[in-house]
């Protein structure tokens, strides 16, 4: 069974960090690239980093260079997304994206809550 599963939200003052997991089972998560998103409340959901399947290139979103880090592990069946110097815009709830690297196959969790708030 093909599941993606999203954990390490919560709410945290602005400056603070999270580090968000993202666990994938039943398919072979060494050949799927993961994309981290988020949507906030009444917005579109965007694109906020990127990792190639064998971990070796990433991309961020403007609004979240320099601040976030996004990194997966094979070994494990993990992806992460380290956020750090968070801010009030970054509260939204974050999805973990995994698509096949060759094909059109992918796979959504069902996201995890950020707050950011004092």
């Known amino acids: 069974q093909v599941q993606v599963v999203e954990s390490g939200g919560g709410l945290v003052q602005p400056g603070g960090s999270l580090r968000l997991s993202c666990a994938a089972s039943?398919?072979?998560?060494?050949?799927?690239?993961v994309s981290w998103y988020r949507q906030a409340p009444g917005k579109e959901r965007e694109l906020v980093a990127v990792?190639?399947?064998?971990?070796?290139?990433?991309t961020y979103a403007d609004s979240v260079k320099g601040r976030f880090t996004i990194s997966k592990d094979n070994a494990k069946n993990m992806a992460y997304l380290q956020m750090n110097s968070l801010k009030a815009e970054d509260t939204a709830v974050y999805y973990c994206?995994?698509?096949?690297?060759?094909?059109?196959?992918?796979?959504w969790g069902r996201g995890t809550q950020v707050t950011v708030s004092s």
């Open positions: 990792i190639t399947s064998a971990g070796d290139t990433t």
């Open positions: 039943g398919f072979t998560f060494s050949f799927y690239t």
């Open positions: 994206n995994a698509k096949h690297r060759w094909l059109t196959e992918f796979y």
